[in-house]
C-alpha cells in the first residue's frame, strides 16, 4: 500500500523546504515569499515509494478556498497517510493561528485516528534547549 505524506500549516512555514530536504533535492519551490506564501497549488512527488504532498498554506486569504481544494485532493489519492502540520513558536508557545490551522483540517477531513505528526519549525538555540528541558510538556502538543 502506498504511502502518502502530506505537509500541512500556514503560508511560509516552510512546508517546502521540509520536504525538499527529506527528499534530497529542490523538487518543490521553496524561499522567500513576501504577502502570500509560494505554493499556491497541491503539489506531490514521488521518492522511495513515499508520495510527498505540498499543500498552499490554509491561512493565506487570497487562496483558502484553492488551499481547502488542495487538501480535499490530496486525501483522495489511495494509501495510507501521515499528516505533518508545521508551526512556529512565538515567545515560547504555539502560535494560535497554527493550533487554528490544525483544528480546522483535523475537524474537516473524514479519517478517524488519521496519524499526525506536528513540526515545530525555526526554533533559536534557547528556545531549543528550554524545549529539551520539558520535554514532556512539549509532547502533549
Do not use: W
Amino acid at each position: 500500500m502506498k504511502e502518502n505524506y502530506l505537509f500541512l500549516g500556514n503560508p511560509g512555514i516552510g512546508k517546502s523546504t521540509l520536504i525538499n530536504c527529506l527528499i534530497g533535492q529542490q523538487e518543490f519551490e521553496s524561499g522567500l515569499s513576501y504577502g502570500a506564501g509560494m505554493t499556491q497549488l497541491f503539489q506531490k512527488s514521488t521518492h522511495q515509494d513515499i508520495v510527498y504532498m505540498d499543500t498552499p498554506g490554509l491561512a493565506d486569504r487570497e487562496i483558502k478556498q484553492q488551499a481547502a481544494a488542495a487538501i480535499t485532493q490530496a486525501l483522495r489519492q489511495s494509501g495510507r497517510y501521515k499528516l505533518f502540520f508545521m508551526v512556529r513558536l512565538e515567545n515560547g508557545r504555539v502560535v494560535s493561528e497554527d493550533l487554528a490551522t490544525i483544528e480546522t483540517v483535523m475537524d474537516s477531513i473524514d479519517m478517524e485516528d488519521a496519524p499526525f505528526s506536528i513540526v515545530i519549525n525555526n526554533v533559536k538555540k534557547r528556545q531549543y534547549e528550554t524545549m529539551m528541558k520539558k520535554a514532556p510538556s512539549f509532547s502533549k502538543l
